[in-house]
Every structure is written in C-alpha cells, then in structure tokens.
C-alpha cells in the first residue's frame, strides 16, 4: 500500500510561483510513474503532468507546457511539481497519483493511488 501526501499549495497572484510536493510512504516509488492531476469546481479530474519511473521522461498537458516542470528524488521518496507564470485558470486541487507501472498514461482510471490535494489558489 502506498500513501501520498501533497503539501505546498496556496494563494498566490498571478505571475507567480509554487511548489508542490508529494511525499510517498508505505512503499518505495522508484519502480511507479507518478502524475499531477488537478480538478476545478465542477470539473473532471485532468492530468496536468507525469514523470516516468526514472524521471528520463515526461508529459506535460498543453496548457501547462514551458511552465510547470515535474521532477522526482527517489531518494526522497517524493515527487514535486514547480509552478511558474501562474495564472487564475490554474485555480484548482491538485491531486498526486501513482501507478504501478513504469510509465503512466495521460488517464485517471490507470493511477492506484491517491493524495488527499491540495488547494491551488491564483488571483488575478
């Protein structure tokens, strides 16, 4: 079993920056593919980014392309997501996944396992 915690969401103006964190327990990640997912108030969960088991790939939604970077420490245990050139469409809960296998597709449905989110929040 395999537990996730995010941490490091907020309030911020746009034009600004976060960094989120998921910190692993239960189980080593080095062997899963993790993603970022985020969901808005009446919307579907959506992938945001994913990094594959070694960090030597990943995936970033178009939306988020050339401003988000998702990065990973096995070491750590734990996964981080860097949030640059927010902006107020970027408001959302942000959701830490991983699945069992070595490179994840862009679908809620193929992820395990499941942080609680954390509350992203951009102002204009």
């Known amino acids: 079993q395999v537990q996730l915690v995010e941490s490091g969401g907020g309030l911020v103006q746009a034009g600004g920056s976060l960094r989120l964190s998921c910190a692993a327990s239960?189980?080593?990640?080095?062997?899963?593919?993790m993603g970022w997912f985020r969901q808005a108030p009446g919307q579907e969960r959506d992938v945001v980014a994913i990094i594959s088991w070694n960090g030597g790939s990943t995936y970033y939604a178009d939306s988020v392309k050339g401003r988000f970077t998702i990065s990973r420490d096995n070491a750590k245990n734990t996964v981080y997501l860097q949030m640059n050139s927010l902006k107020p469409e970027d408001t959302a809960v942000y959701y830490c996944?991983?699945?069992?296998?070595?490179?994840?597709?862009?679908?809620?449905?193929?992820?395990?396992?499941w942080g609680q989110g954390t509350q992203v929040t951009v102002s204009s």
């Open positions: 239960g189980r080593t990640l080095s062997s899963y593919a």
């Open positions: 996944a991983a699945t069992g296998q070595r490179w994840g597709p862009a679908r809620v449905e193929s992820y395990d396992y």
